[in-house]
């Protein structure tokens, strides 16, 4: 059974740095794609960043690119999410989600994995 488990979340300052792990078990072909998604206080689940298993593409939601950085290392099966220049708007539960395919979709629905989330809290 898969299963994905997110560390690192925190209570940070504005401008402070954070990162994220999703350490991924049981996903048996290299074919997949693992995404981090957030859900802010009282607002629907909104995509993060993503990445392609065996071709490292990656897609940022645009209020991120240039200050979160996705990554993977084969080697501990672990997708990281750096976050730097933290907003108070990033204050979030962050979840992995992960799906077999080489599809990145933006929209949760297409994910079949899913962690139990990492809190995130960015203050002024």
């Known amino acids: 059974q898969v299963q994905l488990v997110e560390s690192g979340g925190g209570l940070v300052q504005a401008g402070d740095s954070l990162r994220l792990s999703c350490a991924a078990s049981?996903?048996?072909?290299?074919?997949?794609?693992i995404s981090w998604f957030r859900q802010p206080p009282g607002k629907d689940r909104e995509f993060v960043a993503g990445?392609?298993?065996?071709?490292?593409?990656?897609e940022y939601k645009d209020s991120v690119k240039g200050r979160f950085t996705i990554s993977r290392d084969s080697a501990t099966a672990t997708v990281v999410l750096e976050m730097a220049g933290l907003e108070p708007e990033d204050t979030a539960v962050y979840h992995c989600?992960?799906?077999?395919?080489?599809?990145?979709?933006?929209?949760?629905?297409?994910?079949?994995?899913w962690g139990q989330g990492t809190q995130v809290t960015v203050s002024p």
């Open positions: 989600a992960a799906r077999y395919g080489t599809t990145l979709y933006t929209k949760a629905g297409p994910y079949d994995y």
């Open positions: 049981a996903l048996t072909f290299n074919t997949f794609i």
């Open positions: 990445i392609g298993w065996r071709t490292g593409i990656t």
